[in-house]
């Protein structure tokens, strides 16, 4: 039987792309050939590729506004050192909102000043900070849309002068943004796009080409832009898996129609956190994430009793991140509004035994 699947990821993924997917890896495209097999210089391939880059941006609204796609290796964490490597001649300003900026802000530091702006970790990271301002003599300023680990999203960008770039790992292609505010995204795949593997950057190309330091050619933006994300073997099949994926969410209403049913989910969830005495919510109300839904028991007598009961109920990954604990139900695009149920009637039902 499929489990409902709250992990956080790799995470759940469309049961259509699924079913594609394994099609593939028998017989792509009517090849005779594996999508694990194929090369990567094929056309079939390289089909693929130009197909991701180009869904990518038409889902985010980029097309014709100077931006690329790239699908790279290394995921977020290696986006963590490459924006910097490209980007960061003096100094730079970062919004630390949890684990991903803070090691985000260490890598930075390795190429110049990094000035953090402001931060949550006061209170571990449970709200997003908000009065703030970013000086204009900076290289840019970098955020985390969303905090996986902490259930915390950043509902307000704010306005600067300076280039700005945004990890969206766990929320990219969840909510709709005004994406042409962001000079450089990127995202690992394994939350809303696809299988571990690969990672999504979308690039203004005009804020490239000012670094005063040479790049070496795997960790620049241009060497890779200029090779169509083919400067070295790319990870093929997770690509695959994050086109059907793109596919999926294009063919489903784009992401209007995602954020709308995350919205749903979301508000079914915390609706029950609230209203239950036997739980209580992590994250400020104000900032709770919609993809990651952070809570704990009001009474940890109850947690042996509460676990029993979720995993009877063939709920996956409901258990919180080691450094926080509690529990977290991770809502991404493919998770289904049945599935948010079960957890909330779970909840309900230890609330009858209490």
Known sequence: MKKHNFSAGPCILPEEVFQQASQAILDFDNSGLSILEISHRSTAFVNVMEEARELALELLNLQNKGYKALFLHGGASMQFLMTAYNLLNKKAVYLNTGTWSSKAIKEAKLFGEVIEVASSKDKNFSYI?????VNEDVDYFHCTSNNTIFGTQIKSFPKVSVPM???MSSDIFSRELDFSQFDVIYA?????MGPAGATLVAIKEEVLGRMERDIPSMMDY???IEKESMFNTP????????????RWIKANGGIKAMERKNSEKAGLIYNEIDRNPLFKGFAAVEDRSAMNATFNLTDESKQEIFDKMWKKANVNGLSG???VGGYRASMYNALSLESVQVVVDVMQELEKKA
């Open 129 to 133: 900070p908000k009065d703030y301002s």
């Open 222 to 224: 241009k060497v890779h």
């Open 321 to 323: 991140h080691r450094s």
């Open 165 to 167: 770039i945004c990890d």
């Open 188 to 192: 690992g795949a394994q939350k809303n």
């Open 235 to 246: 990870p093929v099949y997770a690509v695959y898996v994050s086109l059907l994926t793109l």
